[in-house]
């Protein structure tokens, strides 16, 4: 009984912690008359490191990845999440952060 106490303790700790880094976005029509259906983001606060649209996260509500640049303060390394792998992220002479994609190529990260 005492485990199973401290199993539903647990899970509901767990989804209270997971409810509060999101926010829900309603719906809204733009300038131009497009209507932009509701959705959930990251709860604001002072680092891009924990958005969804960051580099190594993935949004749970959509299952993309993020790809756009963590903080530069940021001290773990970057990778940049492909379907089943990772790949390393690299800054170039210029700022930019780039990963080396299928071909070959560099695939710039967007900010």
Same mark, same amino acid.
Request: net charge positive; no cysteine; glycine share 10%.
């Given at each position: 009984?005492?485990?199973?106490?401290?199993?539903?303790?647990?899970?509901?700790?767990?989804?209270?912690?997971?409810?509060? $880094?999101?926010?829900? /976005?309603?719906? *809204? @029509?733009? &300038?131009? #008359? %497009?209507?932009?259906?509701?959705? +959930?983001?990251?709860? !604001?606060?002072?680092?891009?490191?924990?958005?969804?649209? $960051?580099?190594?996260? /993935?949004?749970? *509500? @959509?299952? &993309?990845? #993020? %790809?756009?640049?963590?903080?530069? +303060?940021?001290?773990? !390394?970057?990778?940049?999440?492909?379907?089943?792998?990772? $790949?390393?992220?690299?800054?170039?002479?210029?700022?930019?952060?780039?990963?080396?994609?299928?071909?070959?190529?560099?695939?710039?990260?967007?900010?």
């Amino acid at each position: 009984m005492k485990k199973l106490f401290f199993f539903i303790a647990f899970l509901f700790a767990a989804a209270n912690s997971f409810a509060q $880094t999101s926010t829900y /976005v309603s719906g *809204y @029509t733009n &300038s131009n #008359g %497009t209507y932009v259906q509701g959705y +959930y983001r990251t709860t !604001p606060n002072t680092t891009r490191n924990d958005n969804y649209s $960051t580099v190594g996260n /993935v949004n749970p *509500y @959509t299952g &993309s990845y #993020g %790809t756009k640049a963590a903080d530069s +303060y940021y001290s773990s !390394p970057s990778y940049y999440s492909t379907s089943s792998y990772t $790949t390393p992220v690299y800054t170039g002479s210029r700022g930019g952060q780039y990963y080396i994609n299928s071909n070959g190529n560099k695939s710039y990260i967007s900010r």
